[in-house]
């Protein structure tokens, strides 16, 4: 069985964090999402409400592969390792990004040469798309529907009403 990872804080799930989700679970007979804890980001919303949020969101995809919503703390590559992951998948919205997610990759690969790191380009509709930029126009009271699902722009209002 094929098993990828997509780790992220999902604080709160975007529409191009779906765009990966949606592109990654073909690859894969199963896609594990990785929920990260990550207390120094001080999220808007408990883990709890992103477990809830990016299982919700994820439906969508069941028809083509089994897709798993766990909460996930710790080295990243612990974790894949725990859920029998064979390779990470990454998004990259710009080459900032890229910098970081090298960097990553090398270490990563010290520490388990056997799973390997997939990166996605977000597609050009949602290169701007950043959960925190999403949360500071919901907090404005700005309009946020074009970033992120119905089921995520609900739990927005209620967090910033």
């Keep these: 069985m094929r098993v990828g990872l997509y780790p992220g804080t ?3 799930i975007t ?5 990966v989700v949606g592109r990654a679970i073909k690859l894969f007979d199963k896609l ?3 929920v990260a804890i990550n ?15 990016v299982v919700k969101d994820t439906e969508q995809f069941l028809q083509y592969g089994e897709i798993e919503v766990r909460p996930m703390e710790g080295l990243l590559i612990s974790f894949a390792e725990q859920v029998g ?9 710009a080459v900032s990004d890229f910098e970081y997610e090298f960097q990553m990759v090398g270490m990563n690969q010290k520490l388990n040469p056997h799973i390997e790191t997939v990166f996605y380009m977000a597609d050009v509709q949602h290169q701007a798309i950043a959960s925190r ?20 722009v609900r739990a927005l209002k209620e967090k910033f009403k």
Aim: hydrophobic content about 45%.
């Design 32 to 34: 594990v999402i990785g």
């Design 133 to 152: 930029l999403v949360k500071e126009i919901a907090r404005l009271g700005g309009d946020v529907t074009p970033f992120v699902s119905q089921n995520v």
């Design 39 to 53: 207390r120094d980001k001080g999220p808007a919303f408990s883990l709890e409400e992103r477990v809830a949020m």
């Design 85 to 93: 992951a064979s390779c990470i998948v990454r998004g990259l919205r």
């Design 10 to 12: 999902f604080d709160p």
């Design 15 to 19: 529409l191009g964090h779906l765009d």
